[in-house]
């Protein structure tokens, strides 16, 4: 008999493991709290000699530049998956002869609210003249839409700013959409990755472009 229980027991346990796990799969889950750092503003503003400095500012002059990256991601993203994006990025940065360096940030100098004098700070600790960051939404990282048995619409949207360290200034900000037709079957072994792979190529083209225009 209480043999018979435990079985019962583990059975029910199983079942509802299944189904919180689909449930997830659906992302139906919208009200889930997301462990990405917020960019906070100056709580009193800015002083007039820090406007005078920030509206001062050009685009780069001289290069080559150093970059710093810092990534902002929810919790719901494997770190392997942003780590690849990330991989896909510098591969596109690396072939600009305008940029000598390039340094992610580690997670662990990144606290849970980001403001200003911190991205000025990691830029100046890194010794980037710039620091871009990347904002990734499970939501709109990596998307995908079967049209046929084999053929899915893959899509990613990505945030980033590009703040000058000496300053902090602004000098791009903008979302970067990329979309891609796979032609495999996304379920079997590896296809899920070789997908990845694909649509963050795309997105490290789309911002390499975007510095390239930057760094004209």
Request: with cysteine.
């Amino acid at each position: 008999m209480k043999r018979t229980l435990i079985i019962t027991v583990l059975i029910f346990t199983f079942i509802i493991g299944c189904a919180t796990h689909d449930a997830y799969n659906t992302g139906e889950f919208r009200q889930r709290e997301y462990n990405v750092g917020s960019i906070t503003l100056e709580q009193g503003g800015l002083t007039q000699d820090q406007i005078q400095t920030i509206i001062s500012t050009k685009p780069p002059q001289e290069f080559p530049v150093d970059i710093a990256i810092i990534v902002l991601a929810d919790a719901y993203i494997p770190e392997n998956t942003e780590l690849l994006f990330v991989s896909e990025v510098i591969e596109q940065l690396k072939l600009s002869d305008k940029i000598n360096r390039i340094v992610p940030i580690p997670k662990f100098l990144i606290p849970q609210n980001l403001t200003f004098a911190t991205i000025q700070e990691l830029g100046i600790r890194t010794l980037s003249e710039y620091v871009i960051i990347f904002v990734l939404d499970s939501d709109t990282f990596f998307k995908w839409t079967r049209i046929l048995e084999s053929q899915y619409e893959i899509s990613s949207v990505i945030d980033f700013l590009i703040v000058d360290s000496q300053t902090t200034a602004i000098l791009a900000s903008d979302k970067m959409f990329s979309q891609v037709l796979y032609m495999e079957n996304l379920f079997e072994v590896g296809e899920r990755e070789k997908a990845e792979q694909e649509i963050f190529s795309e997105q490290g083209i789309l911002f390499g472009q975007n510095i390239a225009e930057l760094f004209e």
